[in-house]
Structure formats: C-alpha cells, structure tokens
C-alpha cells in the first residue's frame, strides 16, 4: 500500500526565504503524488501534481515540487515566501488498489513571519 | 466545470443527536467520491468512499455511515453523535489524477 510522510508538522520562515516542505512517499508502483493546501476552515486547493511526466513540477503561487524516485521524496519549495503562504500543507499520494484514494500525509503548518 | 457542494458550513449539535451531512457534485459522472474528517491539529482521515450507487466502502469502525443514493450524492451521517465526533469534514470526488474538495463542515459536538 502506498503511504506519504511529511517530515516536520510546523515550520516556520521569515518573509522572503525560501520555502522548503519535506515529503517522502512508499509505493510499489510508479506514484501519483500532490501537494494540497489548506487555509483556515476551508478545505483543500490543489498546489500540484505529479503524474510521471516531469519530474519537476510547478504549480499555482509560485510553488514547485521535484519527483526524486532514488529518494522517494517530492519535497514542496518555494524561493521566496510571503505571508499569504501561511497554512496548512499536505502530501497525497493515490492508492490505486482501493477505489482510487488520496492518502495524506500529516500536514505540515507553514508559518510566515514578517 | 465541474463543482463540490457541500453542507452546511457549520453545525453544532449536542450529544446523541443524529446528523446529516451532504454533498453534491456538478459537471461529471459516476465520480468516486470521498468522506475524510481533520480533527483538530490533526491529518486527513478517510471515513468512507463510494465508487458508485450503493457501494460504500468504510475506513475506520465508528459511529458514522454513508450513503449514495445517487451518482453525484453523497450523505455521511450518524443515528447518535458522540463528543469525539467533532471535527473538520470534507467531501471529495476524484476524476483521474486530481481530487477536488468541497469547503467542508464544522461540526462541535456538545
């Protein structure tokens, strides 16, 4: 079965830094994998997705994300932060085998600080 | 295009109450559709999903069921709440390789 692991359940970042969410996932077939995000009481916007063609991805408000198959990994990036960046982050993966599920990662909260 | 609705936007109720929650979805068909709830400072859990009519699928044994009685509808509910069912709920359909959400319920059960 596949899952996802987000590394980090807050982190933190001045205005105008870089970026950095941590995502590893586990599958045993090439992997379907997003990044969602989620502000307060409202539910979640789609950053990106990677569907085996490139393997950097780039999505709405400047994020990208990078498939690294050697490392598991899709980590979420942006290079310079603003303070609307500040929410919730999850990594998603699909599990084919049971109808087709988005399995979350824990989410990581983004916070921006002036 | 295609649209979630879902509903209401926030619902308290006290204990041992039932509860419905619905959603819709415009613009396609025979979706796979998704109930996840998010308690508080807590991931995405996956309650149920629905590939089609009838067929529910459920995650987790708990004090909650759904229903599709029709393609585009789904219904989460429960025939008496309990205070640990309080929590973000949202909807979701899946077409492909995306997934879309609707705006989700706040429920506070007191």
């Known amino acids: 079965a596949q899952s996802v692991t987000q590394l980090g359940s807050h982190v933190s970042v001045s205005e105008g830094a870089l970026v950095l969410l941590r995502c590893n996932y586990s599958?045993?077939?090439?992997?379907?994998l997003f990044w969602y995000v989620q502000y307060p009481n409202q539910g979640l916007q789609l950053l990106l997705k990677y569907t085996s063609a490139a393997t950097l991805v780039k999505g709405i408000n400047g994020f990208e994300a990078e498939f690294k198959k050697s490392e598991t990994s899709f980590h979420l990036t942006k290079p310079s932060a603003h303070m609307s960046d500040a929410a919730e982050y999850f990594c998603?993966?699909?599990?084919?085998?049971?109808?087709?599920?988005?399995?979350f990662g824990q989410g990581t909260e983004l916070s921006v600080k002036p | 295009s295609q649209t979630i609705h879902q509903w209401p936007a926030t619902l308290v109720q006290p204990v041992g109450s039932p509860l419905s929650l619905e959603c819709t979805v415009e613009g396609t068909s025979n979706p796979n559709l998704y109930w996840y709830r998010q308690a508080a400072g807590r991931g995405l859990q996956l309650l149920f999903y629905s590939v089609g009519i009838g067929q529910i699928s459920s995650e987790v044994p708990q004090n909650l069921s759904a229903s599709r009685p029709q393609d585009r509808q789904f219904i989460l509910s429960s025939k008496k709440l309990l205070l640990s069912d309080s929590g973000f709920y949202l909807c979701a359909w899946r077409g492909g390789t995306e997934a879309f959400f609707g705006q989700g319920t706040r429920l506070t059960v007191v």
């Open positions: 998603a993966v699909i599990e084919y085998n049971q109808g087709g599920k988005l399995i």
């Open positions: 599958s045993s077939v090439p992997p379907y």
